[in-house]
C-alpha cells in the first residue's frame, strides 16, 4: 500500500532542505483501503511469494556454507606438503574494473549491464539496475567480482556478462579459466586478507592491483582443484538457479501487488487513517 502512494507521501512532507514526513503527519494521511478480509486476502496472495522466496534465499545460504567447508577442508585442514607457495598473481589473472563515460549509463537497456561498485551486491550475485552503451573493462558469467573500493573486499559472483566500473576487479584462474567454482570459494575464503586494505586509501579503503599481486597463498594440484571444482559447480549451479527463481518471483510479487492494489483503487472503499 505505501509503495503505492509514494508521490502521495512525498507531497506532504515538509521542510526547507530536506523533505520530512513526521509521525503526526503521517498518522493523520488518509489511504483507499479495502475491506478487511479483503486486505487479508491480498496478504495471503503476497505472504505465500515472501514464503517460497524465504526458502530459495535458506538454501542458497546453506549450499553455500557446504561449498565453503568443503573448501576449508581439502585446502586448508588438509593441505599437501608438495602444494606450491606463491602469490595471487601466480594462480589468478586481475581485472581492475573502468568506468565508462558517465553520459552512457542508462537503466532502459541499452548496451550491457553496468555493476559499479559492492553496492549493487547481494547474497552471491549484483542486482542488475544500470546499463551502459560505451562499455570499457567486462566480466564474463561466473568470475568472481571483488569490491576495491570501500567497502573493500566484498566477494560477489557475476551472473551473466557485463562492465564493471573501477569500484570492482574480477578475478579469473589464469590456467583454467573455467575452474569458476574454485575461484569463487578461494576468493571467499581470502576475504579476510583483502579486509586489510580497508584503511589504506587517503580517505577510503582501496586495493591496488599490487596489492592483489603480493597475497600470499597455496596453489593446489590440478587434481584437486578438478575434484573440488566438480563437487561445487553443482552447489553453485543450484543457487544460480534459485536466483534465477527468485528474480522471477520478486517480479512477478512486484507485478502483482500492482494489480492488487490498482484493483482495489477503482473501487469505492471507505477512507479511513492508515
Given at each position: 500500500l505505501l509503495k503505492n502512494n509514494?508521490?502521495?507521501?512525498?507531497?506532504?512532507g515538509e521542510g526547507t532542505t530536506f523533505g520530512e514526513l513526521s509521525k503526526s503527519t503521517l498518522k493523520e494521511l488518509?489511504?483507499?483501503?479495502p475491506p478487511l478480509e479483503e486486505q487479508k486476502e491480498i496478504a495471503e496472495i503476497l505472504s505465500s511469494l515472501d514464503d517460497k522466496i524465504d526458502l530459495l534465499h535458506r538454501q542458497n545460504k546453506t549450499l553455500e556454507e557446504m561449498a565453503q567447508t568443503l573448501f576449508r577442508q581439502w585446502f586448508i585442514e588438509e593441505a599437501q606438503d608438495h602444494?606450491?607457495?606463491?602469490?595471487?598473481?601466480?594462480e589468478f589473472k586481475i581485472n581492475m574494473g573502468q568506468s565508462p563515460?558517465?553520459?552512457?549509463?542508462?537503466?532502459i537497456c541499452n548496451g550491457v549491464v553496468f555493476f559499479q561498485g559492492s553496492a549493487e551486491f547481494s547474497f552471491r550475485f549484483p542486482t542488475q539496475r544500470l546499463y551502459t552503451s560505451e562499455p570499457r573493462k567486462t566480466a564474463e558469467k561466473f568470475d568472481t567480482l571483488i569490491s576495491v573500493r570501500a567497502p573493500v573486499g566484498e566477494i560477489n559472483m557475476v551472473i551473466d556478462f557485463c562492465c564493471i566500473g573501477r569500484g570492482l576487479a574480477?578475478?579469473?584462474?589464469?590456467?583454467q579459466p573455467n575452474r569458476k567454482s574454485y575461484t569463487y570459494h578461494?576468493?571467499?575464503?581470502?576475504?579476510?586478507e583483502f579486509n586489510i586494505y580497508q584503511d589504506s586509501g587517503t580517505v577510503f579503503g582501496s586495493l591496488t592491483r599490487n596489492n592483489f599481486n603480493f597475497i600470499k597463498t597455496v596453489i593446489p594440484d590440478e587434481k584437486a582443484i578438478a575434484n573440488f571444482e566438480e563437487m561445487a559447480s553443482k552447489f553453485d549451479y543450484k543457487i544460480?538457479?534459485?536466483s534465477l527463481e527468485i528474480n522471477l518471483?520478486?517480479?512477478?510479487?512486484?507485478k502483482s501487488l500492482n494489480q492488487l492494489i490498482n484493483i482495489g483503487l477503482t473501487r469505492d472503499f471507505r477512507k479511513e487513517p492508515y
Open positions: 509514494v508521490d502521495y507521501l512525498i507531497s506532504q488518509k489511504f483507499k483501503l602444494w606450491d607457495e606463491g602469490n595471487l598473481e601466480d563515460p558517465g553520459e552512457s549509463y542508462n537503466e574480477s578475478i579469473v584462474n589464469k590456467t578461494k576468493m571467499k575464503y581470502l576475504s579476510k544460480y538457479m534459485n518471483l520478486n517480479k512477478f510479487k512486484e
